[in-house]
């Protein structure tokens, strides 16, 4: 089993729409968690941190389930411009490493 | 602010070859990462450097693979020589430290290997 898992996808969704992406991760002890956002032969680049409370960016909501041990987000009124790879990321207790995982692609339809 | 800088952008080379590939990370962080993405997966992490030490290379192949950070600040990744399957996106990020801190990543250099 993966250490962080996602659902490849792709999700396609009409402009407009809410769509939610989960990832699960199998170390109990991971501490940190991210979404990253990765466009097609880019870089990937931070949309934002997941804490335990969860928290909100505009369309953006990511929450986390320790007791499940996964990682949502979710996005709110999709824009073609939210078209991309949703990178998962976690890090375990104590340790600096990025576990990643697959990611999840979004296409936005028009 | 300037970002991660990454040279070169693409590579084309015939196996056998050796190939290097240059990061110079953001000023003033001091932990810098290569990670190797293949087509359709997360990046997976090479090596971590803390300065000029390398804290953390236990993912990095050593029978091809070198890396250095020789004044801690610009580092060179080396493979030699390269395999067919080595083909995928080599991405250098730097961090101002470890644990939690946001890593940024540069634009990757695309390795082919013919």
């Known amino acids: 089993r993966k250490e962080v898992e996602q659902d490849p996808g792709p999700f396609n969704v009409p402009e407009g729409a809410t769509v939610a992406f989960n990832c699960t991760y199998s170390n109990s002890a991971s501490q940190s968690f991210f979404w990253y956002r990765q466009d097609c032969r880019k870089e990937p680049k931070l949309l934002m941190s997941v804490y335990s409370s969860g928290n909100e960016d505009g369309r953006f909501t990511a929450q986390l389930n320790r007791a499940s041990q996964y990682i949502s987000l979710l996005i709110r009124d999709s824009k073609l411009s939210d078209s991309a790879t949703y990178l998962c990321v976690v890090t375990s207790s104590g340790t600096y490493k990025y576990i990643f995982g697959t990611g999840t692609r979004l296409k936005v339809l028009a | 602010e300037a970002g991660v800088v990454q040279s070169p952008r693409y590579k084309i080379i015939e196996k056998k070859q050796p190939v290097a590939f240059w990061c110079n990370p953001i000023s003033g962080h001091n932990t810098l990462y290569w990670y190797l993405q293949n087509l359709g997966q997360g990046p997976e992490l090479l090596i971590r450097?803390?300065?000029?030490?390398?804290?953390?290379d236990s993912q990095l192949p050593k029978d091809r693979f070198s890396a250095e950070r020789l004044k801690g600040v610009d580092s060179t990744l080396k493979i030699q020589p390269a395999e067919l399957g080595d083909s995928a996106v080599y991405l250098c990020?730097?961090?101002?430290?470890?644990?939690?801190?946001?890593?940024?990543f540069g634009p990757g250099t695309r390795l082919t290997v013919l």
């Open positions: 450097y803390e300065n000029e030490e390398a804290v953390d």
């Open positions: 990020a730097s961090s101002l430290g470890t644990g939690s801190n946001e890593q940024f």
